[in-house]
């Protein structure tokens, strides 16, 4: 299982090169985590209401974002942080209001990996 700092190495190095929407962005993520010889599950249900884009080593809760308020996707991470299999959380993301979200939420530690611009 690769260390806490791996899935946000990996993600940090990539050129995001004008993913057209989330999926083409949560796509491009998977495939460069899954090369890195990480184990990547696709919209993993957390709970009834939630379902987050990448889960990795089962424990690393990826959430991929192209649109949205920063007030809106802290809410939908704070519910993330919920589930007792997410230990950390990593906002992949173009929006540069995005980079305010809190670090911890709830106590779950959470990075946020800025693509550089709006995708």
């Known amino acids: 299982m690769p260390d806490d700092d791996a899935v946000d190495a990996v993600l940090r190095a990539a050129r995001w090169p004008g993913c057209p929407d989330e999926y083409a962005?949560?796509?491009?993520?998977?495939?460069?985590?899954?090369d890195a010889g990480m184990s990547v599950e696709r919209e993993v249900v957390l709970s009834p209401r939630d379902r987050v884009d990448l889960?990795?080593?089962?424990?690393?809760?990826?959430?991929?974002?192209?649109?949205?308020?920063?007030?809106s996707v802290t809410r939908q991470l704070r519910r993330y942080a919920a589930s007792p299999?997410?230990?950390r959380l990593?906002?992949?993301?173009?929006?540069?209001?995005?980079?305010?979200v809190p670090a911890v939420l709830d106590g779950v530690p959470v990075t946020v990996v800025f693509t550089g611009a709006a995708l």
Do not use: F
Request: proline share 0%; charged share 30%.
């Open 85 to 87: 299999v997410v230990e």
């Open 90 to 100: 990593v906002l992949l993301t173009g929006r540069a209001d995005h980079r305010r």
């Open 55 to 71: 889960l990795v080593d089962g424990r690393v809760a990826v959430e991929c974002k192209v649109a949205g308020n920063r007030e």
């Open 25 to 34: 962005l949560q796509d491009a993520a998977a495939t460069l985590l899954a």
